[in-house]
């Protein structure tokens, strides 16, 4: 668990990036930060901007401001200005508030923030002002690998216009289903750690549960928040798309609460039937499990074997695999009740989602949902589990007929004659941002070209075609070896990579790319020369991008899929020493570098939001 300072959260206010710790200080301990959406009461200036524009020299230049009084009871945010401070060199005053006893002549360019509220923000305050919110690092530890996992971390967030509406008070941040999980690092009863406490946080800034909780899943369109009390845990359940919150439920953990390392199991907890607590590892495996009425631990079902995997949670059910690796015949795959009832016994059984699992029979295969039979699909008695695949929401079963593609609920939605065998590719989307986004799916049908001369000699490659797996119609895309998804769109990205050896280790790529349309097969863009790198991203919004990377000429262009036009007028307007584009927002990306410094740049290549960590002892 990582080693977080809580106390820092309340001197960092960071009004913008050049606040610095004062030397030799002592930092004021802060208590458990109140939960559930804040409502404020203030009497605040308003100015048109407070943001700070780069300069090439020692002087920071100043920002005309006009403001009026305004009284307000609302969780809309009001922007203020900042209190002036002259810099140590005579440079002009600025709207920002500085340290200036632990004041640098930096190198890089002056910080750009715009700060909705002068006061700091202890917890985030909701608005549906906001339009996206996006997380930044405020503050971070020191080690030799800066994205140790050990490194104390504070994250604040901005808004889609790159104001600051939250400073760094969160230990941890994960994008989510709809928003994100925050953490915070509050001191423990015992006084001797921290204790990591955490909630839920809309992308668009308009819900926020609190940080009350010490634990988070999902299932189905409901997210569960789990909190440990005194004679176990409570819960409550979250509709993700009403972002209503059910009533609190508890149970009882009698034997787990004895345990001196019970909070080792709150990591990954589950609640099944509204009733058992579950707690499962890193790698899925079940650890233990307890049952919330008697608030005594359940013994695992023990299969008497010389090796048993650890059970894995498939709804209300556990899945035991044990594996013969002299004989495959003997393997042995058996499925229980969460209350140890042996439900069924197969050579193999398929797990196709966190809910379903398809077990192989001689002539057909059998849906289990809830431990119970659900349906069927005969399969001619060919059934090895290299004929099943699945993706999303679709199951994928090659016959003798071809491939055919079903439902979830085992409903035969298309046959692919084309495909007679396993062997095809699986055409993915390739958004390495992890955002939610719609996308199709697409084989492409493996082809086996044979050297006449040499029979022993052969090679598979892909057709040159792909077959969309919802409605068949073929798309021709030649035979570059490379192909996804453009997520949101009806494109197709393929690419032709090619590895240069500058030395003995040493090298570099460059792609040769076009975009096909699969509507009409059309080229909607192709590469006039070799790109160093392509990637392909989207927003929540449905927006998707292609970005092109040339490193020889240090030179990036950004392709906006909606317009069908390049952004910034095909200019670079990423700040040197930029290396990872997180998240992307209606044109607007944010950026960061290997020091973790915070970018935002708009779809017009202006720089909105320039921030530089500060730098604390964990």
């Known amino acids: 668990m990582k080693k977080c300072i809580i106390s820092i959260a309340l001197v960092l206010a960071f009004s913008t990036a050049l606040t610095s710790c004062a030397k030799n200080s002592e930092l004021e301990k802060t208590s458990e930060l109140s939960s559930g959406t804040q409502t404020s009461e203030t009497s605040s200036e308003i100015t048109e901007t407070t943001s700070i524009s780069p300069s090439e020299t020692e002087s920071v230049s100043t920002t005309t401001t006009t403001t009026e009084e305004t009284s307000t009871e609302t969780t809309e945010p009001s922007e203020t200005s900042s209190e002036t401070s002259s810099a140590p060199d005579g440079g002009t005053p600025t709207k920002v508030k500085v340290n200036w006893d632990s004041y640098e002549k930096a190198e890089h360019s002056d910080p750009i923030v715009t700060r909705l509220r002068e006061e700091p923000v202890e917890d985030f305050i909701t608005s549906s002002d906001y339009g996206h919110v996006m997380p930044f690092c405020a503050a971070h530890g020191e080690s030799e690998y800066m994205y140790d996992d050990e490194i104390a971390v504070r994250y604040g967030f901005i808004d889609a216009k790159g104001r600051l509406v939250c400073d760094g008070v969160f230990s941890d941040c994960y994008r989510t289903t709809g928003g994100y999980t925050v953490y915070k690092a509050v001191p423990s009863t015992s006084g001797e750690t921290d204790k990591r406490v955490m909630g839920y946080l809309s992308s668009d800034g308009s819900f926020y549960t609190g940080t009350n909780y010490d634990s988070c899943f999902y299932r189905g369109d409901n997210l569960y928040l789990i909190k440990l009390t005194s004679s176990g845990v409570s819960y409550v359940s979250l509709d993700m798309t009403s972002r209503k919150m059910s009533e609190e439920k508890s149970l009882r953990l009698d034997d787990l609460l004895k345990d001196d390392d019970f909070y080792f199991y709150f990591e990954g907890a589950r609640i099944v039937d509204d009733r058992y607590f579950v707690s499962v590892g890193e790698q899925g495996e079940v650890l233990c499990i307890f049952d919330g009425e008697t608030g005594k631990e359940i013994d695992i079902p023990a299969v008497k074997e010389d090796y048993v995997y650890y059970p894995y949670l498939i709804g209300n059910t556990l899945l035991y695999s044990i594996y013969d690796w002299e004989n495959e015949s003997n393997s042995r795959a058996y499925l229980y009740s969460i209350t140890g009832e042996l439900l069924f016994e197969s050579n193999e059984m398929i797990r196709i989602s966190n809910q ?263």
């Open 356 to 618: 379903r699992i398809l077990i192989p029979l001689k002539d057909k295969l059998v849906l289990i949902k809830d431990g119970k039979a659900q349906a069927s699909i005969a399969t001619d008695g060919i059934i090895p589990a290299a004929n099943v695949r699945f993706v999303d929401d679709y199951i994928l079963l090659t016959a003798k007929d071809g491939l055919k593609i079903y439902d979830m609920d085992c409903n035969l939605i298309r046959s692919i004659p084309e495909v007679k065998t396993e062997d095809y590719f699986l055409i993915y989307a390739t958004n390495y941002l992890d955002a939610d986004f719609k996308t199709n799916y697409f084989i492409r049908p493996d082809v086996v070209n044979s050297d006449s001369d040499n029979s022993d000699s052969v090679s598979f490659d892909g057709a040159t075609f792909i077959i969309n797996i919802l409605t068949g119609e073929k798309t021709e895309i030649g035979s570059y070896p490379e192909c996804s998804v453009i997520e949101n769109t009806s494109y197709i990205l393929v690419e032709n990579g090619e590895q240069i050896m500058l030395g003995d280790f040493d090298y570099k790529f460059k792609y040769d790319f076009k975009i096909i349309d699969t509507k009409d097969g059309s080229i909607i863009y192709q590469s006039d020369r070799p790109a160093s790198d392509i990637w392909t991203l989207s927003d929540i919004e449905g927006h998707s991008y292609m970005i092109i990377t040339d490193y020889e000429n240090d030179s990036r262009k950004i392709f906006d899929f909606s317009s069908g036009e390049f952004l910034f007028n095909g200019e670079d307007p990423f700040p040197s020493g930029v290396s990872y584009i997180a998240e992307v927002y209606n044109g607007s990306f944010r950026c960061t570098s290997k020091e973790q410094d915070t970018y935002l740049i708009d779809r017009d290549g202006k720089v909105v939001f320039m921030y530089y960590p500060l730098a604390f002892d964990d």
